[in-house]
């Protein structure tokens, strides 16, 4: 797991560089799922950039599509196009879009950004994936606050209906939004309960505790129900100043503000 | 020609949930998604005879059109229906970034478009799909005038590229294709021909358009009539001929005059080959309940408004 904690590590490093540069996008809800995407590209999911349309890749919906800045880095870190693209991350006629865009990216599977549909999407999916009687899995990342929108929970019931028991989900449980806390704007709790009113298996871990967030996807795959990894995370993982602020939800670090984030995330060495 | 009063009838989604069996039968890609309402959409004649690619998904009109998306991004070639107003309304956004914006293949075949859903009233009534519609990109839009139009388009937009709109009634309306017609995406098709003034219409409309026809033919005025079933993307070619041939135009169709296919109309002649037109449809207010034909008549959705604006376009 070591390996996958380094990617978890460079991925950060990215988010910050790629939102510094581009002077826009969401570092905090990106810096948060950073060890959840680091564990999916690097541990989990079956993919081949080579052949990035395979019939038998796993498929990962980032349903969130903000934190497109994490998902960038894991996919250029894998291959799926050129890491030197994620400087051009959010400029006009390049292809790393504010959110998600599967047109234009290499590896993307769903176009995202607006909240609430991409578990629609990974249900559909997975409802084809059941068709075809295929051995891939599919796994989609929600945001918290995401959870807010009705189609979430349309989405829901429909898999537990359809018995996808080849969908994965989890939740980057951060605790905020751009308002503020979750229980401030617009409570979800009860969270845990809700999804298994709805007919999912559910697991509740540390975001951040790779062999934690690993066993749970391990046994959800195998559990046979539609499945829900609740994964409580810190919004700004890894630097202190953004930890824990909702104020970083979108908005970009200054060159300075990069630097000492960097320097925090690499222990204090601030070359690449 | 007739009036089509004495035609044989029926509804443009019957021809559809036919149609939908016949393409089930040859395309084992093919799959079904409905939101409640199977009977009324009739794609619970597919569903009867597919049960293992039919998926209802409940009253949750936005989670089908993702779902749906879903689909089309795994080798699947879905069909999501339901109302009109809920397709194109409640689902807007979801088709918009979710299923146009990745240009995705879903097929929207939305039942009981239009003022002739009747009975059930205003809040069943699309009268604004065209619009919501074609304004998105990569989205094409089409409004057949009969059953055996719906039976070819069905499968002439099976594999056609990027998502596709297809308005579908209620009300059984008169067959007016004749056995050896053809239906091309993006062509129009002229039913009757003449060189005074073109009336363009779609769906139910052209049975009012040709009647106008007629009466006006009485009155030594011979009008094009042109059905424009593909509203999205246009047959500039077709209009710019009719507008140069004619010098005026008057489209009719069951939805607002804003924003719909007589809007798209004019918004092209305006710019390339502008000629009088004027637009019949219902004019920016709510429908209400009542028999089809009643609304038809309170709402100016008739041969004699039809006639009357050939009249005034061509004083122009």
């Known amino acids: 797991m070591r390996h996958v904690a380094d990617r978890a590590t460079s991925l950060r490093c990215r988010i910050i560089q790629s939102t510094c540069r581009a002077g826009s996008g969401h570092p905090g809800g990106s810096l948060s799922c950073a060890d959840i995407v680091a564990l999916l590209y690097f541990h989990v999911l079956h993919l081949d950039p080579e052949r990035p349309d395979s019939e038998d890749r796993d498929r990962f919906i980032l349903t969130k599509g903000h934190a497109a800045p994490a998902l960038y880095a894991a996919l250029a870190e894998k291959g799926f196009f050129p890491v030197e693209e994620l400087q051009y991350l959010r400029r006009l006629g390049r292809m790393l879009q504010g959110h998600p865009d599967r ?3 290499p590896g993307v599977e769903a176009s995202t950004g607006s909240l609430g549909q991409g578990l629609s999407v990974a249900a559909g999916i997975a409802i084809a994936g059941q068709l075809d009687e295929s051995d891939w899995g599919v796994y989609a990342l929600l945001g918290d606050g995401e959870l807010q929108e009705g189609q979430v929970w349309e989405a829901a019931m429909a898999a537990s209906h359809y018995g996808l028991d080849n969908l994965i989900a989890i939740t980057d449980y951060n605790d905020l939004q751009i308002d503020g806390q979750l229980s401030d704007v617009m409570r979800v709790e ?5 999804w298994r009113a709805f007919g999912w298996d559910v697991w509740t871990v540390d975001g951040h505790d790779l062999y934690a967030l690993d066993a749970a996807v391990r046994e959800a795959q195998v559990c046979g129900r539609p499945a829900m990894i609740i994964a409580e995370t810190v919004k700004g993982r890894g630097v202190s100043f953004m930890e824990g602020e909702a104020s970083w939800h979108g908005k970009a670090p200054s060159g300075e503000q990069a630097e000492q984030a960097l320097l925090e995330l690499r222990g204090g060495d601030a070359d690449e | 020609m007739s ?13 559809y949930g036919r149609a939908l069996v016949e393409l089930g039968a040859r395309r084992s890609d093919v799959v079904v998604l409905d939101a409640d309402l199977s009977g009324s959409t009739r794609t619970g004649w597919f569903g009867e005879k597919f049960p293992e690619r039919f998926f209802n998904m409940g009253i949750a009109e936005q989670n089908m059109m993702n779902v749906a998306a879903g689909l089309a991004m795994s080798g699947k ?6 109302f009109a107003i809920f397709a194109s309304g409640r689902a807007w956004e979801q088709v918009r970034n979710t299923v146009a914006y990745p240009s995705l293949p879903v097929r929207i075949c939305a039942t009981h478009a239009g003022i002739t859903v009747g009975a059930d009233g205003a809040s069943h009534q699309a009268l604004e799909d065209i619009a919501l519609m074609r304004v998105i990109p990569n989205m094409t839009v089409i409004a057949p005038k009969d059953g055996p139009e719906v039976e070819r388009v069905i499968p002439a937009i099976v594999d056609h590229d990027g998502p596709v709109y297809v308005r579908l009634g209620r009300a059984k309306v008169p067959v007016l294709s004749s056995e050896d017609e053809s239906f091309t995406v993006g062509r129009a098709q002229v039913l009757r021909d ?5 009336i363009v219409a779609c769906g139910i409309m052209l049975e009012p358009a040709l009647a106008a026809a007629e009466t006006l033919g009485e009155q030594g005025i011979q009008a094009r009539v042109i059905n424009l079933s593909t509203i999205k993307p246009l047959d500039e070619a077709a209009l710019a001929a009719a507008a140069e041939d004619c010098g005026a135009v008057v489209t009719a169709e069951e939805h607002s005059v804003i924003g719909g296919m007589g809007s798209a109309v004019t918004e092209f002649l305006s710019a390339e080959c502008p000629v009088p037109v004027h637009r019949i449809g219902i004019m920016d207010r709510f429908g209400q309940s009542g028999e089809p034909d009643e609304l038809l008549e309170e709402y100016g959705l008739d041969a004699g408004t039809i006639e009357r604006a050939a009249l005034r376009v061509l004083k122009k």
């Open chain 1, 103 to 105: 047109v234009r990216t």
């Open chain 1, 190 to 194: 009860p969270l845990a309960d809700k």
């Open chain 2, 3 to 15: 009036d089509g009063s004495d035609l044989p009838r029926e509804s443009t989604r019957d021809a």
């Open chain 2, 77 to 82: 070639t879905p069909f999501a229906s339901t």
């Open chain 2, 194 to 198: 003449g060189g005074d003034v073109a």
